[in-house]
């Protein structure tokens, strides 16, 4: 086991409970006098992520971009003016269509939608288009002040059928030193015949079961860290959020080869990591 992130838990421990002391005593009432509207997706870091697997040329789809009202008053209507930022790098009538620029909430309701066509068949999945939509003004309420902007990056991918059991040919192995470089390397082994599985969960995105690929569990004999991959036309690429049990951030990048075999490099800051060959269990059989 290693030491620094056993003193790493220890400190996340330590913190919850001090943050646990700075609550407010339980039965102290917060009134929210305001009545403000906010696109739904605004508080996420990097807002509306959109993919779609294109399959033809004249492929459109559609993404509802949801408004909220948020006010402990619902007894009158509102509507909502929406704008395109032209700061988007997405061009209307080549990467989407808008299909209205305003919304209307009736007494006693609190979301509303917004649908925008995405001409899916037009983008290639090497753009990057993204899409900024503002609250111009509403009537009957204020704009939020934080999540009156909304991002929508529109992502085309490739058809990605990666989900399944793999085994794990390790090309390069490396056992960190805990300051990022390696205490040990080894080449051209199995560590285990366990196999990780890919589970989708989107298109071309992927829960592996085990993004240390069998080292934590043959090295450590520690808890196989779960993990997310997303696949776009077989270039593989693991979430910015990946990260062990130990907060350990990790990289992970890869391809998918001519021969249906996964090729993958990854790394965190540990210094553990290395490259593997994963091949399908069912081609295997």
Not at 41 to 46: C, G, I, R, S, V
Not at 100 to 112: K, R, Y
Not at 133 to 146: D, F, K, M, R, Y
Not at 194 to 201: L, R, W
Request: charged letters at 20%; hydrophobic letters at 35%; glycine letters at 10%.
């Amino acid at each position: 086991m290693k030491l620094n992130r056993i003193y790493t838990l220890i400190a996340v421990l330590v913190a919850s409970f001090t943050a646990t002391a700075c609550f407010d005593d339980p039965g102290t009432e917060t009134f929210f006098g305001g009545n403000y509207v906010e696109f739904n997706d605004a508080n996420l870091p990097n807002g509306l992520t959109s993919r779609f697997v294109r399959t033809s040329d004249d492929q459109t789809d559609v993404v509802d971009v949801q408004l909220n009202r948020v006010s402990t008053d619902g007894s009158g209507a509102i509507t909502v003016n929406i704008e395109v930022d032209p700061a988007s790098t997405a061009v209307e009538g080549v990467h989407y269509e808008l299909n209205a620029t305003s919304a209307t909430m009736n007494a006693g309701e609190f979301v509303s939608t917004i649908p925008v066509t995405i001409l899916t068949g037009n983008i290639d999945p090497s753009e990057t288009p993204d899409l900024i939509l503002n609250i111009s003004s509403v009537t009957g309420a204020e704009v939020s002040p934080n999540y009156g902007s909304l991002t929508v990056a529109i992502r085309v991918i490739c058809p990605s059928e990666l989900e399944g059991d793999y085994t794990v040919f390790w090309e390069f192995l490396q056992v960190g030193d805990g300051d990022g470089g390696a205490s040990q390397t080894a080449s051209d082994l199995v560590l285990s015949d366990d196999p990780i599985s890919f589970e989708e969960v989107g298109a071309g995105a992927y829960n592996l079961s085990d993004m240390s690929f069998g080292l934590y569990a043959g090295v450590y004999g520690d808890s196989s860290p779960a993990g997310r991959l997303n696949d776009n036309c077989d270039v593989l690429t693991g979430a910015s959020s990946n990260q062990d049990q130990y907060q350990d951030p990790f990289t992970i990048n890869g391809t998918v080869q001519e021969d249906g075999t996964l090729r993958i490099e990854w790394s965190n800051t540990y210094g553990d990591g290395g490259t593997v060959i994963l091949t399908s269990v069912e081609e295997e059989g």
